[in-house]
């Protein structure tokens, strides 16, 4: 507020400014997140199958991450991605589809295709793993134990 006395001189009582890149005091803006994470087991065959694995993009990083580790107890095989090169959305809002590079029994050179289903809580029976890998392995089912879990994006 600015007065104009009348010999002209004057007198700044209040000042303001705005700013629109944020205010001291006031909260972050939040940090965003898209990924999805899980562990369990499905039946393979007569036998069990189990994995562990977290994969997207976590808070601050500037491109996806995996982790995954998979074993069929049936047979033995030993699978871990190494890299991801492919995240995206599946068939549905539910279902996440991630691909790339892994290593089988300590091997690599091989490449894996994933689709996990978040289908509700809890996740056994509910929740669904496919897996195919370049050597020619395939296993599908509904998780006989365990839980799948979508991290969704900020609004």
Same mark, same amino acid.
């Given at each position: 507020?600015?007065? !104009?006395?009348?010999?002209?001189?004057?007198?700044?009582?209040?000042?303001?400014?705005?700013? =629109?890149?944020?205010?001291?005091?006031?909260?972050?803006?939040?940090?965003?997140?898209?990924?999805?994470?899980?562990?369990?087991?499905?039946?393979?065959?007569?036998?069990?199958?189990?994995?562990? #694995? *977290?994969?997207? =993009?976590?808070?601050?990083? &500037?491109?996806?991450?995996?982790? #995954?580790?998979?074993?069929?107890?049936? *047979?033995?095989?030993?699978?871990?991605?190494?890299?991801?090169?492919?995240?995206?959305?599946?068939?549905?809002? !539910?279902?996440?589809?991630?691909?790339?590079?892994?290593? =089988?029994?300590?091997?690599?050179?091989?490449?894996?295709?994933?689709?996990?289903?978040?289908?509700?809580?809890?996740?056994?029976?509910?929740?669904?793993?496919?897996?195919?890998?370049? *050597?020619?392995?395939?296993?599908?089912? &509904?998780?006989?134990?365990? *839980?799948?879990?979508?991290?969704?994006?900020?609004?």
């Amino acid at each position: 507020m600015h007065l !104009t006395l009348k010999t002209g001189d004057e007198v700044i009582l209040a000042s303001a400014e705005s700013d =629109i890149s944020g205010c001291p005091g006031c909260p972050p803006p939040p940090v965003c997140e898209d990924f999805v994470s899980g562990g369990g087991w499905i039946q393979n065959g007569g036998s069990r199958a189990s994995f562990g #694995f *977290n994969a997207g =993009i976590k808070p601050n990083a &500037p491109a996806p991450e995996v982790h #995954f580790d998979y074993i069929d107890h049936g *047979n033995g095989m030993h699978m871990q991605a190494t890299s991801i090169t492919k995240y995206a959305q599946g068939a549905t809002n !539910t279902i996440l589809h991630f691909e790339g590079s892994a290593e =089988i029994d300590g091997v690599p050179g091989y490449t894996y295709s994933i689709d996990v289903a978040d289908n509700g809580e809890p996740g056994r029976s509910t929740d669904t793993l496919s897996i195919g890998l370049s *050597n020619g392995y395939k296993a599908a089912g &509904p998780l006989a134990g365990g *839980n799948i879990q979508l991290h969704h994006p900020c609004p």
